[in-house]
């Protein structure tokens, strides 16, 4: 793991385990975003806890587990329109806020998460 990596820029496990508490709720209050997740929040927070950590370079915690799943085949049995990743970015943006997690680290962080998020959008506007 390389000490300048962007897991610990953002301030590694600490602030990853923040990010996804403060971000959770808000996925679930969202009523776009509220009926793609049926289930209960523990498992694919751990799950995005884990994931968050080798995407900004941190340990293999995600592949190690869970193997190399494509992250896009995974979001594929799923509708995802345009509304769907601004949702899941606002309330991304809204957790780092709520955390304070601020300047380079976040935007680049971000900007990775606009990214994929782009990727996995699989359907138009309904
Ligand atoms: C474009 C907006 C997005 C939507 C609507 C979305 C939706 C979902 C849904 C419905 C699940 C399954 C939840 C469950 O199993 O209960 C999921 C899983 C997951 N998502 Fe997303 N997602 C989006 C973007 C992202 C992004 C940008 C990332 C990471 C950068 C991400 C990472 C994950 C991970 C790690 C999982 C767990 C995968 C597993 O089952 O192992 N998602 N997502």
Redesign the pocket.
């Known amino acids: 793991m390389d000490k300048e990596s962007l897991y610990n820029q953002i301030g590694g496990a600490q602030t990853i385990n923040r990010l996804v508490h403060a971000f959770y709720p808000k996925v679930y209050a969202h009523p776009v ?1 509220r009926p ?2 049926p ?1 209960g929040v523990d ?2 927070r751990a ?2 806890y884990l ?2 950590t080798q ?1 900004t370079g941190g340990p293999t915690l ?1 592949t190690d587990k ?1 193997g190399f ?1 494509n ?1 896009k085949s ?2 594929e049995q ?1 509708r ?1 329109s345009p509304s ?2 601004d949702a ?1 970015l606002t309330c991304m943006r809204e957790a780092m806020d709520e955390i304070e997690l601020q300047g380079y680290p976040r935007q680049l962080l971000f900007q990775m ?1 606009t990214n ?2 782009n990727r ?2 699989n359907t138009p506007e309904e």
């Open positions: 975003l793609l997740f289930d498992e694919i799950k995005q994931f968050l995407f995600y869970y799943g992250m995974i979001h799923f995802i769907h990743a899941w998460m994929a998020a996995f959008v």
